[in-house]
């Protein structure tokens, strides 16, 4: 039985923005004198509550201060860095896919995310203007790839899994998406994302 694609999800970084690391926290481990590792093994449990909502982001701010001994100012330009290297650059020609993807069935994001992540991407790159649904991990209180959150995903869009396709870069989300029953592509490079997208639409 040939089953109609309704939905089509995308992951955010790696996919619509093509992010990469700047070395953020061995240029701050540099400046504090701080052994390699050291920043991300203080603030490891931090960064994992961040990602599924169980702390704000004044606690954040207030977690960095107490933990890297960083007055309120270089607190400030931590976290700007932190949101550059986390916003990266747009890959343009794939949101603008995305954009056109809207008038044929129904477009999401689904993003293993940080507390303050909407309010960036909306200011950088207007994703809540792009697809009708943003799952965020941080808003959600949970991540990829947890059946729940793919489960959730079809569920605010509306559609069966076998309905659904996602793009993500990441090799176990993928595998979390298909062991839930969802057309899943693992992102490679614009090209290959669109084809094998296109594909599935015109069996449908």
């Known amino acids: 039985m040939i ?6 999800v995308f992951d955010v970084g790696g996919v619509l923005e093509i992010t990469a690391d700047l070395g953020v926290a061995e240029q701050w481990e540099e400046h504090l004198s701080l052994p390699a590792g050291e920043l991300n093994n203080r603030m490891f449990d931090v960064w994992m509550a961040g990602s599924v909502g169980t702390i704000t ?4 701010h207030q977690a960095i201060a107490d933990r890297l ?6 607190v400030e330009a931590f976290m700007a860095a932190i949101w550059r290297q986390y916003l990266g650059v747009p890959n343009t020609e794939l949101i603008e896919y995305v954009r056109e993807l809207r008038s044929r ?42 059946p729940r959150i793919y489960a959730l995903t079809c569920a605010r869009l509306g559609v069966r899994p076998e309905e659904m ?28 994302a669109i084809d094998e997208i296109e594909k599935l639409l015109a069996v449908s």
Request: hydrophobic share 40%; with cysteine; glycine share 8%.
């Open 165 to 192: 396709v996602f793009l993500d870069d990441v090799d176990g989300f993928v595998a979390g998406a298909r062991d839930a029953g969802i057309h899943a592509i693992h992102y490679q490079n614009n090209t290959q």
């Open 69 to 74: 001994g960083l007055a309120d100012q270089h």
């Open 105 to 146: 069935c129904r477009t999401a994001i689904l993003s293993n995310s940080f507390v303050g992540a909407r309010e960036q991407e909306q200011t950088a790159y207007g994703f809540e203007d792009l697809v009708e649904q943003i799952i965020y991990s941080h808003e959600v209180g949970m991540s990829k790839p947890d």
């Open 57 to 60: 982001e004044n606690e954040v």
């Open 3 to 8: 089953v109609t694609i309704r939905a089509v």
